[in-house]
């Protein structure tokens, strides 16, 4: 069966420094990867997607991006941290088998900006 | 367009009571429907889909959804409530315009009373 693993599961970092969160998926192949961003534990925002390696979409400019080494590795960044990068960031797959396939999302990373 | 409302931000309900959250979308063509449930710090875990065939919709935990095109709805109903059902639902519909992304719902928190 297939898995998704995100880590770490907390992170306090203070305003400024570098992030790297990290996404892995077993179990199956190409899939279809994305970043979300929930704030307040409401809606979400979708921040990349990427359906092949090396081959990023993003959604919302900022100061996040995005890369895809492997298959089934995404990994989401930044160079300098804002307050307002805080939140709880959720990676998810999705089969490339067509476009009736659901998501299936990880547990997330809590992010806290000091 | 392309949208999804959840019109109710709560909805309480006494345990053993059938449960409905509303959800209703705007899309072009025929719509593929998404179901998912948030339960505290955990990423969001599929309950069911439509894409097409029976407008009820049979998925996990005993939850169904039935999807009536006439009113443009896609509620998520379940006959007998339990306390750990208590969580965050969001409703979810293909984006017509781009097939791998979801357009989510602001969310619904369903509270059951013991």
């Known amino acids: 069966s297939q898995t998704i693993h995100q880590w770490p599961a907390t992170l306090v970092q203070p305003v400024g420094s570098p992030l790297s969160l990290e996404c892995t998926v077993e179990?199956?192949?190409?899939?279809?990867l994305y970043w979300y961003r929930q704030a307040a534990g409401r809606g979400l925002q979708l921040l990349f997607y990427?359906?092949?390696?090396?081959?990023i979409s993003s959604e919302v400019p900022q100061n996040l991006s995005a890369s895809r080494p492997q298959d089934r590795q995404f990994i989401l960044s930044s160079k300098k941290l804002l307050l307002s990068d805080s939140g709880f960031y959720l990676c998810?797959?999705?089969?490339?088998?067509?476009?009736?396939?659901?998501?299936?999302f990880g547990d997330g990373t809590r992010l806290s900006i000091l | 367009a392309q949208s999804v409302a959840q019109p109710e931000d709560q909805v309480n309900v006494a345990e053993g009571n059938p449960l409905t959250v509303k959800c209703t979308y705007s899309?072009?063509?025929?719509?593929?429907l998404f179901w998912y449930v948030q339960y505290p710090n955990r990423g969001l875990q599929f309950l069911l889909k439509?894409?097409?065939?029976?407008?009820l919709v049979k998925g996990s935990y005993g939850f169904e959804a039935e999807f009536n095109k006439s009113q443009t709805s896609f509620h998520l109903k379940k006959p007998s409530a339990l306390v750990s059902d208590s969580a965050l639902y969001f409703c979810?519909?293909?984006?017509?315009?781009?097939?791998?992304?979801?357009?989510f719902g602001s969310g619904t928190r369903l509270l059951v009373r013991p």
């Open positions: 990427s359906v092949g390696i090396g081959q």
């Open positions: 179990g199956t192949s190409n899939p279809n």
């Open positions: 979810a519909v293909r984006d017509m315009d781009s097939s791998y992304k979801l357009i």
């Open positions: 439509y894409i097409t065939g029976d407008n």
């Open positions: 998810a797959w999705s089969a490339f088998t067509g476009n009736n396939q659901p998501q299936h």
């Open positions: 899309v072009s063509g025929n719509p593929y």
